[in-house]
């Protein structure tokens, strides 16, 4: 019996001594008494808790700052969803979407412009003819973005002929479609696109506006 005391205040498991298995438990606690068996897992439990609970919240803050870097960088790497400085416009890929997305497609003849604030200039286009919608009028204001202020500009210029592509704002005046789409100059009878427009105009609209091709 003495024997058995000393072993039990001896306490041969330490606070910081791994947990022992069912079996182990089971043998160790009918030589020195379960108390002193129970006690090392009671303390080790909470150290444990914290290492996990530490690791979740670190685990946590990763995957927090690769969503957050990850939606906030475009696919080219620039941040912030901004295009790296490119206009946001639209694009069309065929000939059927470019000009479905146009109230009026017509054939005129540019003003001189004048600008109305930083980035906007507005000239007359005299209506030569139209392939789509109407115009209340035979010379309509047409608004465009001012060749260089911008990073994609239209490069009208006054005295030529277009084929415009226009939607009708609410403010009265005609807008492109799209920066690049929206226009193409006519040259000898023929309406030539932007280099970065690989769209053709239909048969039907060149038809009605009296071009060749």
Request: hydrophobic share 40%; with cysteine.
């Amino acid at each position: 019996m003495r024997v058995k005391s000393l072993i039990g205040k001896a306490n041969p498991v330490p606070p910081t001594t791994a947990p022992l298995s069912d079996r182990a438990a089971r043998e160790l606690a009918a030589l020195v008494g379960a108390e002193a068996v129970a006690a090392p897992r009671a303390r080790w439990a909470p150290a444990r808790g914290l290492r996990l609970a530490t690791a979740a919240c670190v685990a946590a803050a990763v995957i927090a700052a690769a969503l957050f870097f990850g939606l906030g960088a475009d696919p080219d790497g620039s941040p912030g969803g901004g295009g790296g400085g490119r206009a946001d416009e639209p694009y069309y890929g065929s000939t059927a979407e470019l000009e479905g997305a146009a109230d009026v497609v017509l054939r005129a003849r540019l003003g001189a412009g004048r600008a109305v604030d930083d980035a906007t200039t507005v000239a007359p286009a005299q209506v030569v003819a139209t392939a789509k919608g109407r115009t209340p009028d035979t010379t309509i204001d047409l608004a465009y973005t001012t060749p260089g202020t911008g990073p994609e500009t239209a490069p009208l210029k006054a005295g030529r002929e277009y084929v415009l592509l226009l939607s009708h704002g609410d403010d009265g005046r005609y807008y492109l479609v799209s920066t690049v789409q929206g226009w193409y100059e006519i040259d000898d009878g023929a309406a030539v696109a932007d280099e970065d427009n690989p769209v053709r105009l239909s048969p039907q609209v060149r038809e009605a506006l009296d071009l060749t091709r």
